[in-house]
């Protein structure tokens, strides 16, 4: 099918960009297109005018420094998986990009619009959350950054207002002594995951687990984050203290049935990949720090 | 105004630079890019299967980069150098090394999902011009196709960047 009737308009300016907006509040924003076109053509939904952000060079950037890892809306997830200093800085990052869509979607979709699309069967909504990230949002009335908890309030829905376009996300540094690790089941590499996820565990001086976070994707309605710190009371990762976390992780979610998966086997498929991805995690953390006293 | 009345929808110009050609056409801002390349400019090479970007049958080279022609709108692509499967033929008419490598090992069969598959192995030997199986499967994953089995394919592209080394070499 193809996509009713709009009128484009394609800014050379944020400020241009921002003031349409304004005018408009019906408008959409065209980042990559990979969930808004097929959205236009399926007539699932339809916009009085686009307001195509591609003409932003602006908005392309990635920068790292010692905080973390800040890319801007028009930074296509393929640029940000092949960016050594943010897979160094992060990386959750590449961790996560490596399972988002297959090349050729990830060549034009942005990071940026994936998290604004807010769908939670999308990697990089999940890992904001997970890492503590936020999201810079502008408008004709100013910015502000939004935190990712406050970010994500409803399926595909976030708190940005009609007016506001994003301009980029920051993504902390992953903290000394901490490792991640992330993985998914998919139908096939590069679809969508039927449960998907991603870990960040800290370890103290002495290698004992002190904190442990995992995220889920394709298992809520909303990027799920669930601290699972008290299912390690004495800093040991075992079958036992694995399974237990996978348990309270499941409890905190709320899997659907789909034509390609029950309810329970996603249930299951969480607690399966809960215990995987926190042992790699925390092997992870160890083979960082081993690193660091070698270096 | 009577439901019989005709609406008239805004079109707008649109210069694309398509296999190092430039075309100009006028079409709505609705247009898709696969079907402008189709319809307005005439090259069907370029199929549409999904237009929701799961098959890959419309896959072009945007800048070099395989993307899904039906993702994108004509009018957002006149900043860019468009290569689709007419493209990818040497200037001399002889077949690319991918077009080679289809023929040499029965790549396709209905050939529906063919140029999507073409113009994506192209930007995936240049990237890789060494690739192993594992690494031919990766590059195509994202292709749909309803009747090879894929064996034939995956074989295509490790004969496809042979090829391209011997023409490299020479
Ligand atoms: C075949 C296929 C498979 C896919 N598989 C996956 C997958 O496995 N995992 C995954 O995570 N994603 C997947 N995707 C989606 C892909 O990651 C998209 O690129 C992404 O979700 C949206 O980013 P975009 O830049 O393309 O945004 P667009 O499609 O341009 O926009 C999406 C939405 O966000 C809004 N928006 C975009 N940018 C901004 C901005 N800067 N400010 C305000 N609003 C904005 C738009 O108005 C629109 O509502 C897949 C897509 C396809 C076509
Ligand atoms: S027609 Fe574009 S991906 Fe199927
Ligand atoms: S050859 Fe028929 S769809 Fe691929």
């Known amino acids: ?31 990559g297109g990979q969930s808004l076109v097929p959205l236009l053509s399926m007539r699932l939904s339809s916009v009085p005018v686009l307001i195509d952000i591609n003409g932003l060079p602006d908005l392309a950037r990635v920068t790292v420094d010692d905080s973390g890892v800040r890319f801007g809306a028009l930074v296509r997830h393929s640029d940000l998986l092949a960016h050594e200093g943010a897979a160094a800085a992060q990386p959750l990052l590449a961790a996560a990009l490596r399972h988002v869509a297959h090349p050729t979607i990830r060549n034009r ?5 994936s998290i604004v699309h807010a769908d939670a069967s999308g990697e990089m909504p999940m890992i904001l959350r997970l890492a503590d990230g936020t999201l810079t949002v502008a408008s004709s009335r100013g910015r502000r950054e939004i935190a990712a908890r406050d970010l994500f309030v409803g399926p595909l829905e976030t708190s940005l207002a009609a007016d506001e376009i994003a301009v980029e996300a920051f993504v902390p540094a992953l903290p000394a002594g901490s490792g991640v690790a992330f993985d998914e089941v998919a139908r ?22 002190e904190h442990v976070r995992a995220g889920y994707v ?14 390690f009371p004495d800093g040991e990762m075992t079958a036992r203290t694995l399974a237990a976390a996978g348990e309270m992780a499941v409890g905190q979610l709320d899997p659907e049935s789909d034509i390609h998966g029950t309810a329970d086997y996603r249930a299951q498929l969480a607690r399966a990949l809960t215990a995987r991805v926190l042992k790699a995690a925390q092997d992870d953390a160890r083979a960082r720090a081993a690193q660091k006293v070698s270096s | 105004m009577t439901m019989s009345e005709p609406t008239s929808e805004e079109t707008v110009p649109v210069r694309l630079h398509v296999n190092g050609v430039t075309h100009d056409i006028v079409v709505p801002p609705r247009r898709l890019l696969s079907d402008a390349l189709r319809h307005d400019i005439g090259l069907t090479g370029t199929h549409v299967g999904c237009e929701h970007g799961v098959c890959g049958a419309c896959t072009i080279l945007v800048d070099g980069a395989p993307s899904r ?17 007419e493209g ?8 690319s090394p991918v077009q080679q490598a289809f023929k040499d090992c029965h790549g396709l069969q209905c050939g529906f999902c063919t140029p999507g598959f073409l113009t994506t192995i192209a930007a995936g030997i240049r990237d890789n011009p060494d690739p192993d199986r594992e690494d031919a499967r990766d590059m195509i994953a994202g292709n749909l196709c309803r009747c090879t089995g894929y064996q034939n394919i995956v074989a295509s592209v490790l004969r496809a960047a042979e090829i391209q080394r011997e023409e490299e070499a020479s």
Not at chain 2, 69 to 85: K, P, R, S
Request: net charge negative; glycine share 10%.
């Open chain 2, 88 to 95: 990818l033929t040497h200037e001399d008419g002889s077949l």
């Open chain 1, 109 to 113: 979709g942005t990071t940026v619009g």
């Open chain 2, 69 to 85: 022609a039906c993702l994108m709108f004509a009018v957002g692509a006149q900043d860019v150098e468009l290569t689709t499967v």
């Open chain 1, 188 to 209: 096939r590499h590069g679809d969508y995951a039927l449960c998907g996820v991603g870990a960040v565990v800290a370890l103290d001086g002495a290698g004992s687990v």
């Open chain 1, 218 to 231: 394709s298992v809520s309605e909303t990027p799920a984050v669930v601290d699972l710190t008290e299912c």
């Open chain 1, 1 to 31: 099918m193809k996509p009713a009737p709009f009128t484009y308009r394609r800014p050379t300016s944020l400020t241009e960009a921002l003031d349409l907006l304004a005018q408009e509040p019906e408008a959409k924003v065209l980042a």
